[in-house]
């Protein structure tokens, strides 16, 4: 009998460690990295919409994307740099990835929304009106500490509040699109997996009215001044890659990788391009795109860059599908039309939407950048209706109210990759990764 107890317990405790084990929503200690987790996954804080089929989710994500089309097409126009502690309210419409981090000494979670075409981080801290019940606690941490009117950077901000004369804190007030917030610049800890960043400034939001800001605020990864690779100084040395996973991953599964070390050894890269105008936003030299064997023919100018007009193509995490100026997607999804043949419906952002039973009929689109292919596969070009009886091409034209310039590769179409950037070399490599 004793022995058969013994036994029990044993078999016991191993069932409950290994269960522990096997948990994929803990947090597992990483030099190497973070987990990039999507929004509505089941390891994310945030509850999925209703109807929570994961292709609605994305089609309801997607709607979003004329606002961050937008958003985008404002920052190409600007003639000078501006390096600004508080972004615009757009910076606040984007929920697709999210990762883990902490917040002051000790280290306070939360889940920030992952932003590569913005610069600053934002936060919601206690006793702010009208946002989220999770928020930061400056009174909790030892490093916390404002920052007042005389900070430089101060000084370039929209809604400034700043005394004419003497000392005040560094407060804002802005709006976008029915939302309105105000912040004030501070300083603390931030910590990334084993890293800790010391006195990063960020926004520290004490009232929003609207639902455009991320519930647990946002973590830019632009190039900017006040970004995470700015910041940072030395530590990363300017390097950064993700694997973004599906949105059908239901756990923790890509990954955030800051810094040289344990990036891949051999990944094919094409040049970063800089925009003096916006330096933020990673360019990159689209130089044609091809739809099964076919060469579109897609005019020059649609994909040139010019950092006058701030025309060409950007990388962007924060957009879901990914978006051409009209001109150019016509040619695209004209192509893709003949080769599957049949009718087309529309749903929802996609207007080349045809009956699943011809999908082995969808051609491969192919982006072809300088020194570098990316073939897309099907699950990075297609997307299928909630029913599974419908298949659409993932891609759209730049919304017609928007004067965009910009081509805008999203992160539906970055899925399972490897995307890295090269601040110090100008240079972005792709490699196929499962990130699921």
Not at 12 to 17: E, G, H, L
């Amino acid at each position: 009998m004793g022995l058969k107890c013994a036994t029990l317990i044993l078999f016991f405790t191993m069932f409950v460690a290994s269960s522990i084990a096997i948990d994929p929503c803990t947090s597992k200690p990483d030099e190497a990295g973070l987990t990039v987790i999507p929004v509505f996954g089941k390891c994310s804080p945030f509850d999925p919409p209703k109807p929570d089929s994961w292709a609605q989710t994305v089609i309801n994500m997607a709607s979003k994307d004329p606002a961050r089309l937008k958003y985008l097409s404002t920052l190409v126009g600007q003639k000078s740099v501006v390096s600004a502690p508080i972004a615009s309210g757009q910076a606040f419409n984007i929920g697709n990835y999210v990762v883990r981090v902490k917040i002051g000494t000790p280290g306070q979670l939360m889940f920030m929304v992952l932003d590569t075409s913005t610069d600053e981080a934002f936060v919601p801290c206690s006793g702010c009106v009208g946002c989220s019940a999770t928020t930061f606690s400056p009174k909790d941490s030892t490093s916390y500490g404002p920052l007042d009117c005389s900070v430089p950077q101060c000084g370039q901000v929209r809604g400034l509040q700043c005394p004419s004369t003497g000392a005040g804190a560094c407060a804002f007030n802005q709006s976008y699109a029915g939302s309105t917030f105000s912040a004030t610049l501070v300083q603390d800890s931030l910590r990334l997996a084993n890293d800790v960043v010391p006195g990063y400034s960020f926004g520290c939001v004490n009232a929003i009215s609207g639902e455009s800001i991320p519930a647990q605020g946002l973590l830019g990864l632009g190039r900017g001044p006040l970004s995470l690779l700015s910041q940072s100084g030395a530590l990363y040395s300017g390097v950064f890659s993700y694997c973004l996973p599906s949105f059908k991953s239901y756990y923790f599964s890509g990954s955030l990788k800051l810094g040289p070390v344990g990036q891949p050894k051999s990944i094919r890269t094409t040049p970063l391009l800089r925009n003096p105008h916006r330096p933020s936003l990673y360019y990159v030299n689209l130089t044609g795109i091809s739809v099964g064997k076919v060469l579109v023919p897609v005019p020059s100018e649609y994909l040139a860059f010019d950092p006058n007009t701030g025309s060409g193509t950007i990388i962007d995490s924060g957009t879901v599908i990914t978006r051409f100026v009209e001109p150019v997607y016509n040619v695209v999804r004209d192509e893709f039309r003949k080769q599957v043949g049949g009718t087309f419906s529309s749903l929802g952002a996609f207007d080349t939407c045809f009956v699943k039973t011809y999908e082995n009929l969808a051609p491969t689109v192919t982006l072809h950048f300088t020194g570098l292919d990316l073939k897309l596969p099907l699950e990075n070009s297609l997307i299928h209706s909630s029913a599974g009886s419908l298949a659409c091409l993932a891609m759209a034209a730049a919304p017609s109210n928007v004067n965009s310039v910009l081509n805008v590769i999203a992160n539906l179409q970055q899925q399972n990759l490897r995307i890295l950037f090269d601040t110090i070399n100008n240079k972005v490599g792709i490699a196929r990764e499962l990130c699921n």
